[in-house]
């Protein structure tokens, strides 16, 4: 490792998913000295347009909003210190259900195989010594996030790799924290595990039915990993806030810095690969490897 240094990789499904879940971790390291790397999977084209037109609606441009959206993209990794960003330009499948789904060049209808061999390519490029995704569910169900993490694991296998590997979690005190929250602000709907599909920048079903979400996050005592970046809260937000465009859909924003950095300022994970023996639980994702 003396000719490298050490790297964090980030796979990413859309624009402004690297600020909600690993924005503290990426600045965080950064300014530690590590070398980051983030993968956005797909051009975020089913985001909203200006004036929050939603997909479907009259002058919803997807070509537009995904360059849109990449230049926000940009801007959040410039706020979050990452030194490379890499696009795999793969189209938005919207939420699960959508037509988009099933459309030419989407995400979701990409074979895995072929979404692997370009994730291994850039990971026998990067060397990561930690890899971060979501988990086997995307972490509520979104296809896009779902192929992530199906791409990521097989993209490893390919590439022969073993670095230590992480899942994005949330435990349930903080979603606990996130429904209060939710309420004290007036969203509808429910609890935070429940209108988690709107919190980070995604957009509700188009036809306005309610979709039914699978369990969100993990008992407090099944979290591996908790990483306090706390003090990189500020870079967090800002980087959020950077996604301009998503702005009506991202309800952390509504909180102001301080509320956000008390919520989020620690971001947790599940190590689902390890070589180097560290003991669980942990508190730096690059334990056993510095």
Known sequence: MA????????????PDDEATSTGGVLARYAAEGIRTVLVTC??????D?????????????????????????????????????????????????????DAPGSFWSTPIADGAARLAD?????????????????????????????????ALTQAALTPKVYWTTAPHSMMQRFGELMREFGADGGDGADRADRADGDNPE?????????????????IT??????????QKYDALLAHASQGENIFFLKMGRERFTELMG?????????TTGAALPEKDLFTGLR
């Not at 990993?225 to 500020?234: I, N, P, Q």
């Open 42 to 47: 797909t051009d975020g084209a089913c985001g």
């Open 122 to 154: 850039l990971m026998l490029r990067y060397r990561p010594d930690v890899v971060v995704t979501y988990d086997e569910n995307g972490f509520y169900g979104h296809p896009d996030h779902i192929q992530a993490n199906r791409i990521t694991m097989a």
């Open 49 to 101: 347009g200006p004036g929050g037109t939603k997909p479907g609606e009259e002058g919803h441009d997807p070509a537009a909003i995904a360059e849109l959206r990449r230049q926000e993209l940009e801007a959040s990794c410039r706020i979050l210190g990452v030194d490379h960003l890499e696009l795999l330009g793969y189209g938005d499948s919207g939420m699960m259900g959508w037509p988009a789904n």
């Open 3 to 14: 000719d490298r240094p050490l790297t964090l990789m980030a796979v990413h499904a859309h």
């Open 225 to 234: 990993t908790w990483v306090d970046a706390t003090a990189f809260g500020g």
């Open 206 to 222: 188009p036809t306005g039915e309610a979709v039914e979400l699978p369990p969100i996050g993990l008992p407090d005592e099944e």
């Open 266 to 274: 620690v971001e947790t994970f599940v190590r689902v690969l390890d």
